[in-house]
């Protein structure tokens, strides 16, 4: 139990800029609890998220709601995983070999290509989050329950797919949490979420949607980079929640009306 505590705390410092006044140490049973841990660490997010948006629901017209939430958003995570796509788009723009984009991901200079990506990733998630706060159909609690299910289910796209693809380099932050990641702690991993479903069964269809995102995903890592590192895994975090945040307004829009 002390080692799953630890691996929580962990995972809170990997994924978020939460500040933890402990040192943790790198051993099996903590990095273990950690990856079990990935989306519990969503649902901190969201519940932030969510208490954000109790506070200033009511008060703040919807537009700057929604870009406030995405504000809060981004400082909880650091920017961390913004970091990741930013790399991976600049990779993507060169239109090198894959030994010529593993090398630009490595590059801490930015490019134009990841400007415009963040940009449009960003536009693109205040944008949803607006639609959401301005369709009639959905309630609080629903907005609630949204906004706590989709950073969960996230991060455990991320780490399905850290599962399932090999790692670019038999070193670094990925190959590290690669070697203890196992069926085992992927079951544990989505015991949380299976929780969101038993409560709001609606769920189901969007953790169906993301099962189908994890399937895309894998293919096209795999076809573009022939493996998976710490920036695609990023990649697919906020790819993750800008697909989910896309999916429910597709779904509030135009199959609920």
Known sequence: MIAFFHGFLLALQ?????PIPLTL???????????????????VIGGLLISFLYLFYPVLPHWMTAFALISLW?????????????????????????EKQREIMKDPHVGSFSVLAVIFHIGWKTAFIYGLLNAKSVEFDQLSIILLFIPACSRLLALLLLFNVPVMKREGLAFEWKKYLTHKEMILAFLPISIIIIIAPIMLLLLIAYLILFFIGRKWIKNTFHGINGDLVGTSIEGGELCGLAIVWIYISFVMV
């Open 14 to 18: 990997f994924l978020t800029r939460i």
């Open 25 to 43: 140490s790198w051993e099996k049973g903590t990095i273990k609890g950690a990856l079990v841990s990935f989306a519990l660490v969503g649902f």
């Open 74 to 98: 981004v400082f909880l995570t650091g920017g961390l995983h913004l970091d990741g796509l930013m790399d991976v788009a600049d990779a993507l723009g060169s239109n090198g070999s894959p």
